[in-house]
Structure formats: structure tokens, C-alpha cells
């Protein structure tokens, strides 16, 4: 008999047959849970790999919604022209830095500050204009406005680098007046440069950068931003000499652009320059909030040819062109003839003063800005169909492109 400490209790009995040729299963006893507290067992076991999972499950959604919403907080609220910038490499922590900042410190260095020592119109007293300029070459070469260095008897620049920037006499190496634009040379070596941009991906919108001497010599490297206001315009402005309008391919900005300005650099939020800041066109368009920039693709057409021929070698017609049409010409628009120069491919095509070109290489002629336009992407040689109107008859002629010498 069992002891009363070894009892076992709760335990179902079964009857087992007992085979006489199975030898294994004599003395056997089988025995079977009670039904209930295995049911209970189970239950907990369930309750308890439920309440795991959904502590595990918290946890995890608790991180993703946290993560997410601090990517997006910090995407909603990171102030304009704001980047996002590793701080440090033993940790993931980020702070936004401030890409003008980054635009100021690389473009800076290659923004001079230029004084034209010039006659007033009297020819006595001297006088000073203090403006801007780039450095576009290592070897001291210098683009700038050419309103900035007009008449100049005497031109000096001064690097960057504080008040304590090196100044060089330099000396002008090419100008073109259509397009206000002029090198300057200084003899210097290893200088900081720009780079261009390219001005026909710009869209309304995008971050612009303007760096120059605001003010002159005590305002150096002054930084104002804004947007592109707008892309790829055309304004008129007379010409100081001739009265004759002159026009220009130009970005416009909100970017606050002052006197000394002229001549420095307009950027993008990646430190391109993307037009050369020009004041001579801001008072003839004046209001508040509006600034213009000479469209930098533009420049990069003229700047090899003022290093090579001192000047824009461009082909043209060889003709003047009034400023309206006579009533008698029967209200047909185009561009009138009023005079024919001599030796040009006009004179030698047949066009006589009086004409009216009306089309010029298959396009509609209003003015002679559509002139201009059509001339600017031709080559000296081309020869080029005309459409003029004559005493109530239209005339087709051949013009061969000349030189402009002038």
C-alpha cells in the first residue's frame, strides 16, 4: 500500500484489456488528464502569447507613428532655403543649415569690388564709381557691366577678403554696349572663380542669390535672396549715347539689387551664377521688389569673343530703322527702311530706303527687335531670304550677312 504523502489524487481510472500475447502491457495503468484544467491551461497559455503581441505590436507602432511624424514636422516646418546637414558623425541628430549661407561662402571670394575713376562732363573733377565684378578665370579675368567701367580714365579692383582686400590696377580687355556687359583684366594668379550656371533651366520660383558691394567699398559682399520673379524676359532701354533702344535678355528677381550691385553675381541655391546683376535697367522698370539680372546664358555667347576680338563681331543687315511707318504704306506692319548703309548685305541684296521688311529667314518682322532676335543666332555669311513690301507690291530677296564694323 502506497503512503499517504505518495497518494495520488484526481486521477481517472481506466480499465485496459489485457492481451495475454502482449506481455508489455501487463501491470499497465493508463492515465488521463482531467478535461478541464487542460482546457484552463491552454487559455492561459493563448492570453498570455496575445497580451506578448500586442505589448510587441504597441512598441513597434508607438516608433514608426514617432519617426514618421518627426520626418514630417520636420519636413513641414524647416524654414525656406533650409537643408537638412549631419552634425556629426557619432550620431544621427540633424540640424537644418542654411544654404545661403553656403552660396555667401563659396561665391564671396570671387566678388571684387571695382572703382571707375572717370571725368564728369565737365572734364575737370574726377570722379568714382564703385560697383561689382566676378572673377570668372584664375588668371585675374573680370566680368562686370559695361555701364560700370563707361569712360573710365582709371579702373582699380579690390579682392575679397574684408577691408583688408588686395587692390590691382586692371585694364579693359573687351566691351559690348548692346548687351552692357565688359572684361577687365588685374595681373594676379591662383584667384577664386565661379561657375556658371546654366539660365534656361531656371523656373519661376527657385531661390535667387544676389552678392555685390550694396553701397561700394564699406558694404563688401553684401548677400540679399528672393526668387526668380521671372524667366527669360526682354526689356528696351535707351542707349546713353544714341537714345536708340537697346534691349536685353534678362532674369528678373525680388532680390534686393542697389547701387553697387551692378556687375555682381546673381546665384541659385547651388552657388551657380545664373545672371550678372545690372542696376542700368532697374530705373527704367523701377518698383519696389523688382531687380534684373543679365541672363547668364547670354553672357557666356559674348564672353569669348570681348577675350578674343575686344568686341561682338555680329552680322547684320546694313540698314537703319525708323521708328514708325507713314500712313501711306497702307497699315502694313513690319520694319521701315529709313536708311540703307553702304556696302552692307542690305545695299547689296536690292533693299532700297522706304522698304518695309515684313519678314526676314520666314519669320514676321514687326520692329527692329525681331531683327535683332532673328540676326542674334546667325553667322557672318548666311544668306537669308527677305520679305520686303515696295509701292503696294511685296518682294522676295536673297541677303548675304555682313560685318558690322563699327
Known sequence: MLKDDNEIKDVAW?????????????????????????RMAGALKFLLMLVVASASGAVTATYIVN?????????????????????????????PANSINKV??????????????????????????????????????????????????KITVKLSNGKNGKVFNAKLIGYDVPTDLAIIKIDAKNLPTVTFGDSSKLRTGDV???????????????????????????????????????????????????????????????????????????????????GFAISINEVKQIIDQLIKNGKVIRPFLGVVVGTSIPDKNNGISG??????????????????????????????????????????????GDKIPCKVYREGKYKKLQIVLSQNNE
Open 67 to 95: 519617426t514618421k511624424s518627426s520626418e514630417l514636422a520636420a519636413k513641414n516646418n524647416t524654414p525656406i532655403f533650409q537643408k537638412k546637414k549631419v552634425v556629426s558623425d557619432n550620431t544621427n541628430y540633424e540640424i
Open 104 to 153: 555667401a561662402e563659396d561665391v564671396g571670394p570671387a566678388i571684387v569690388c571695382i572703382t571707375n575713376s572717370a571725368d564728369d562732363s565737365s572734364g575737370k573733377d574726377e570722379k568714382q564709381n564703385i560697383a561689382s565684378g566676378i572673377i570668372f578665370k584664375s588668371d585675374g579675368s573680370i566680368i562686370t557691366n559695361y555701364h560700370v567701367i563707361e569712360g573710365a580714365k
Open 208 to 290: 535667387a542669390i544676389a552678392i555685390g558691394n550694396t553701397l561700394g567699398d564699406e558694404f563688401k559682399e553684401t548677400v540679399t535672396a528672393g526668387i526668380v520673379s521671372a524667366t527669360n524676359m526682354s526689356v528696351s532701354v535707351p542707349d546713353n549715347d544714341t537714345g536708340e533702344p537697346v534691349k536685353y535678355n534678362i532674369i528678373q528677381t525680388d532680390a534686393t539689387i542697389n547701387f553697387g550691385n551692378s556687375g555682381g553675381a546673381l546665384c541659385n541655391e547651388k552657388g551657380e551664377v545664373i545672371g550678372i546683376n545690372s542696376l542700368k535697367i532697374s530705373p527704367e522698370h523701377s518698383s519696389d521688389g523688382i
Open 14 to 38: 481506466k480499465e485496459v484489456d489485457i492481451n495475454e500475447k502482449d506481455d508489455n502491457n501487463i501491470g499497465k495503468i493508463n492515465f488521463r488528464r482531467n478535461k478541464n484544467k487542460a
Open 335 to 380: 520694319a521701315y527702311i529709313k536708311e540703307v548703309l553702304p556696302n552692307g548685305g542690305a545695299e547689296k541684296a536690292g533693299i532700297k530706303p522706304t522698304d518695309i521688311i515684313v519678314e526676314l529667314d520666314g519669320i514676321k518682322v514687326v520692329n527692329s527687335d525681331d531683327i535683332r532676335d532673328i540676326l542674334y543666332s546667325k553667322k557672318i
